[in-house]
């Protein structure tokens, strides 16, 4: 029982909250590093996914194709660079230290579910019509025409996969954002309508 109080006494203590703080800041700086990193990270594989496909380009004796032909490589072009410029501007705003608070945290939790979405949409779409222009569609008597653009294909196709790792990277933000807000803010209070009264079906 001593040496609970004493403890305690020393938790208490200016020197034990100074101590508390000062770990709480270590800790917050620590999280901080994490999550601009992780930031950047989905800005380099947007860069590189965007400079990939803007030089997607092959010309043969079939003719000739570019990302800018397909309506669905323009908007995983569009998708990229949006969300590169949102990673970059989170990143610094994430690096700043400052205080959280309430409209922070909604803002980083709306905006990171947003553009989850938004490069997601721009993958899901772009891997119908890579699959389409590997396999074909026999219904449509489409062929195949990675048989003849396979260059072209290969690129869309590494352009596709760091499409996606961009995803995964948004998926564990909205993750530490959505428990960032969820866990420090309480929700809102549960309406309760007194005027109504359920009687219990049976009693003890």
Same mark, same amino acid.
Do not use: E
């Given at each position: 029982? #001593?040496? +609970?109080? /004493?403890? !305690? +006494?020393? *938790? !208490? /203590?200016? #020197?034990g909250m100074g101590m508390q703080a000062s770990r709480q800041d270590e800790e917050r700086k620590n999280n901080n590093i994490v999550e601009t990193l992780l930031r950047l990270l989905p800005m380099a594989l947007c860069l590189s996914a965007l400079v990939l496909m803007l030089k997607n380009s092959q010309s043969n004796d079939f003719g000739s194709v570019s990302y800018s032909d397909l309506a669905a490589f323009r908007y995983l072009v569009h998708a990229n660079g949006v969300c590169a410029a949102y990673s970059l501007l989170s990143a610094i705003v994430s690096a700043v230290p400052r205080p959280s608070t309430m409209p922070r *945290?909604?803002?980083?939790?709306?905006?990171d579910q947003m553009f989850t979405y938004i490069v997601l949409g721009a993958g899901a779409i772009s891997t119908e019509v890579i699959y389409l222009a590997y396999k074909g569609n026999a219904a449509t008597t489409w062929s195949s025409a990675c048989e003849s653009f396979g260059i072209f294909c290969h690129k869309a196709t590494a352009a596709l996969i760091l499409t996606f790792g961009v995803v995964v990277c948004y998926a564990l933000l909205s993750l530490m954002s959505s428990y960032r807000l969820f866990s420090k803010y309480d929700a809102p209070v549960a309406y309760s309508n007194k005027g109504i009264e359920i009687t219990p079906a049976f009693r003890a």
């Open positions: 029982m #001593a040496d +609970i109080k /004493s403890s !305690n +006494i020393v *938790a !208490n /203590s200016p #020197a *945290a909604w803002t980083f939790f709306l905006l």
